[in-house]
Each structure stands twice: as structure tokens, then as C-alpha cells.
């Protein structure tokens, strides 16, 4: 009956809850659009789904060219930082042969003489607070590839003016572009 549906939902929405918890990642996403969703029961069996395959970093970080980064259980680098000079930045698409697929959380975080990012196409996630604060950065381009911009991504970038979205975008999160001034 109609309850014992809603109630089966409820269960497997709460153990999702509880697998994001303890890994916030990409299902949030998808469960954060489940509260929307007219078929409840069949989106929270994906947002499971989808946490179960959730990808993980199988290395410790490496760095290669002033790139800070790991490698993802799918085999696509995860770009976590860079030690060189941050004011004008050209990720590549590959380091050490691995194709370069995401931007870790925090990974350009504070970076207030950042003004500029060249971000390659093999990127599809921009994960949490990935820019967050980089008050100088004036214009971001994403690739056409882009997927998901996780939360807090550019908040309290004031000086961003421009940025040009991906039309394969599938998740903007919260707080995305919350105190960028001039946007």
C-alpha cells in the first residue's frame, strides 16, 4: 500500500543520509533533487546506487609540475592544490598520464591572487569550495564537459564578473555563487 512505500522510502533516504555523512560526494546531489522528485522511491534507489559506485582515491597525493593531486578508484586525477605562483592558471589535461577529471574540495580555496583558470575539457566535477574565496578571479570558463558544481564553489569570489556555463551542467549546488559581487 501507498504507506508502506512512502515508509520503505523514508528507510533508504535515511541510510543514504547516513552514507553521505560519512562521505559527503556526488550522491548528495542527487539526493538533494530526490526531494523534488514525483517518483521518490526510484530516485532514492539511484541516489543508493550512485553511492555504492561512488569513486574514491585509491593513492596518497602526488605532485607533478607544482600539481598537487590523487588518483580516483575510476583512474582519473583529482587536482587538490598547486604550490607554484596561483595568478594565472592553466590545469592540464593530463598529469602522469591520467586524464585530469576533477577539482577536490578546497582545492584553489583562499587563493586571493588567482586571477585567472584555463580549465581543461576531461573536467566534469567542481567539487565543494573549490574556488571559494579567490577574490581576484575575475572570469572562469567551464568546459562544455562540466557536470556538477558542488556547494559554495566560488562564494565570496568579488571580483568574478563572467562565468560561462556548461549546457551539460546536471547539479549546481547551494551557495554556488553567493557573494560574487560583480556577477
Known sequence: DANGVAFKSLIKLLKVA????????K?????FNCIRADHLTECVDSAIAEEHTMPTSISEQRVSDNWIYSIMSYGIASIEGYTGDPSSLRIPEYIDGYPVGQIADEAFANQTRL????IPASATEFDIYAFSGCSSLETVQLPATATTIGESAFVNCTALESVTLSENLTAIAEYTFVDCENL
Open 18 to 25: 547516513l552514507l553521505i555523512r560519512k562521505n559527503l560526494s
Open 115 to 118: 586571477t585567472s583558470i584555463t
Open 27 to 31: 550522491s548528495s546531489f542527487s539526493l
